[in-house]
């Protein structure tokens, strides 16, 4: 019975799964607005919206009816489901756990996706942080590195290389390339590979991860029809996966290319890309050479049910040809089984 004190009701979140997908999900600030996540990014849909009824009332204060304006009903929130498998998902969070505990790297990502539907199925970033706890997490834990993160994607890239020369037919798969006996000097800089190799076909030059071979695949395309492949795999813009704060990267046009940038790119240095946009890249090969725009939202539907949206695969391009990737794709299983 004190003046000026009452109880005011809210709601708390409460995030059963802790820290899982926590990058992803997202949450909401004081006034319930999504900051982070689908929560920010889905807001329109979230939220939902108020009612109103404009309305004209008599000097009594009381409706008069027949004059009754425009109105809209409040609607509730929608729910917006995610195209993650939370039994894939906890496979993810294990394995990434296990990579932190044995290698100690200050940051790690895992993404898996369904390269024929651009579909994650699961998402992971370490460090990171417990929604429920989030007043206690440090900036460094909040960041969804696998699109706002930039890096050197190393030998990954070399993937580019191999496929711009197959595509463009100026060698075969098992084309042999003369490796230098592991030191090229070219442009007035010395070029290793960490084995002295000799002659090497395209498909060896993938699996043994050879730099001057991937060099040697860049420079047969020349340095504008490279460029255009790089382009063409999506990096140097956004993959426009639903989730805010993603970078587009680093690709530099060949006019401001040095000497010897033709045989540093293809093995990855001297750009930078996301982990998305490799993912991506890597899933173009596995989807015969069709580049599909990455997706979190599966569908938007009501409280009760009704689907009001759907979200279909989006294939962007025919990066290179079903014939080019199958013979990538042959190269890659090589690197993990032979």
Not at 1 to 11: K, P, Q
Not at 259 to 266: D, M, Q
Not at 311 to 335: D, K, M
């Amino acid at each position: 019975n004190l003046r000026g004190i009452y109880f005011e009701h809210d709601a708390t979140r409460i995030y059963p799964n802790g820290s899982m997908l926590c990058h992803v999900i997202g949450f909401t600030d004081f006034d319930h607005h999504g900051v982070q996540g689908v929560e920010a990014s889905m807001e329109e849909y979230l939220h939902g919206q108020n009612g109103y009824r404009f309305i004209e009332h008599n000097r009594a204060g009381q409706e008069i009816v027949p004059y009754r304006g425009q109105e809209r009903e409040p609607r509730n929130g929608y729910q917006v489901h995610l195209t993650v498998d939370l039994g894939l998902q906890s496979i993810v969070e294990e394995e990434i756990d296990a990579a932190m505990k044995e290698y100690s790297p200050q940051k790690a990502t895992i993404i898996l996706v369904r390269p024929q539907t651009g579909e994650i199925l699961a998402i992971a970033n370490r460090p990171n942080f417990d929604l429920n706890l989030r007043s206690d997490a440090k900036p460094e834990q909040m960041k969804n590195r696998a699109i706002i993160d930039m890096m050197e994607p190393g030998s990954t890239f070399k993937i580019v290389a191999a496929a711009s020369a197959l595509n463009e037919r100026k060698l075969r798969l098992e084309s042999q390339l003369f490796c230098e006996n592991g030191l090229w000097n070219y442009g007035g800089s010395a070029l290793h590979d960490h084995h002295a190799y000799g002659y090497l076909s395209v498909r060896d030059i993938l699996i043994k991860s050879s730099n001057i071979g991937a060099a040697k695949l860049a420079i047969s395309v020349g340095d504008q029809k490279f460029y255009e492949y790089i382009r063409r795999f999506g990096f140097g813009e956004r993959t426009g996966i639903e989730l805010p704060g993603e970078i587009s990267g680093i690709i530099r046009a060949p006019q401001s290319w040095s000497k010897i940038s033709i045989t540093r790119i293809p093995m990855g240095h001297e750009v930078g890309v996301t982990p998305l946009q490799m993912t991506s890249a890597m899933a173009t090969i596995a989807n015969d050479g069709k580049l599909v725009t990455p997706r979190i939202i599966k569908s938007i539907t009501t409280a009760e049910g009704r689907t009001i949206s759907t979200f279909s695969p989006v294939v962007l391009r025919q990066v290179i040809s079903s014939e080019t990737a199958a013979q990538i794709g042959n190269a890659l299983r090589g690197v993990v089984s032979d």
